[in-house]
T-cell receptor, first 113, second 112 residues
Framework: AAGVIQSPRHLIKEKRETATLKCYPIPRHDTVYWYQQGPGQDPQFLISFYEKMQSDKGSIPDRFSAQQFSDYHSELNMSSLELGDSALYFC????????????FGPGTRLTVT | QQQVKQSPQSLIVQKGGISIINCAYENTAFDYFPWYQQFPGKGPALLIAIRPDVSEKKEGRFTISFNKSAKQFSLHIMDSQPGDSATYFCAASPYNTDKLIFGTGTRLQVFP
């Protein structure tokens, strides 16, 4: 079965640079979620989109923005990167009408040097 | 403040034994409780989930027990196998929101 696709899988950036993470949800899924997981920590919810509209917002820094496009893929844009932004970034998707089950992608490992 | 408290932090079980991981919450607005399994460097994989109107749900070797009055839920892994060695996260979702709030995770090691 098709899974959530994330790209790139690894990304190395310097402080103050910008990064863009992409997420392609499972086909027919209409909701996309972004989570950040620091080393040895639990995933923290950042933001979600349903049918291309922001549906919920968590602890996402103002330096970050995200959107969902007409083909349902989503992008997380991160600017003025800080060392503390180094983490695994996961995208998850779900089909809202079928319930709350969120299926996670393999993640993007962002390293800020 | 951790909204979903998970214990133990780590667990060592022999092959064939039962692994039990517990979670507790305070927010009565939570209405969906999934468990995720995560291998190092991989994304969390949904194992099993339950809603508050059910006290127990079983899928294969995995069982969720849910105690609404105590605001606790637990994951039981029967006949634990070395391949089950991973980090397990409980989570909860408030009614009418999208977010999952995760517990702090339990690192399970199953020895042959």
């Amino acid at each position: 079965a098709a899974g959530v696709i994330q790209s790139p899988r690894h990304l190395i950036k310097e402080k103050r640079e910008t990064a863009t993470l992409k997420c392609y949800p499972i086909p027919r899924h209409d909701t996309v979620y972004w989570y950040q997981q620091g080393p040895g920590q639990d995933p923290q919810f950042l933001i979600s989109f349903y049918e291309k509209m922001q549906s919920d917002k968590g602890s996402i820094p103002d330096r970050f923005s995200a959107q969902q496009f007409s083909d349902y893929h989503s992008e997380l844009n991160m600017s003025s990167l800080e060392l503390g932004d180094s983490a695994l970034y996961f995208c998850a998707s779900s089909y809202r009408s079928a319930g709350y089950e969120q299926y996670f992608g393999p993640g993007t490992r962002l390293t800020v040097t | 403040q951790q909204q979903v408290k998970q214990s133990p932090q780590s667990l060592i079980v022999q092959k064939g034994g039962i692994s039990i991981i517990n979670c507790a919450y305070e927010n009565t607005a939570f209405d969906y409780f999934p468990w995720y399994q995560q291998f190092p460097g991989k994304g969390p994989a949904l194992l099993i989930a339950i809603r508050p109107d059910v006290s127990e749900k079983k899928e294969g070797r995995f069982t969720i027990s849910f105690n609404k009055s105590a605001k606790q839920f637990s994951l039981h892994i029967m006949d634990s196998q070395p391949g089950d060695s991973a980090t397990y996260f409980c989570a909860a979702s408030p009614y009418n929101t999208d977010k999952l709030i995760f517990g702090t995770g339990t690192r399970l090691q199953v020895f042959p």
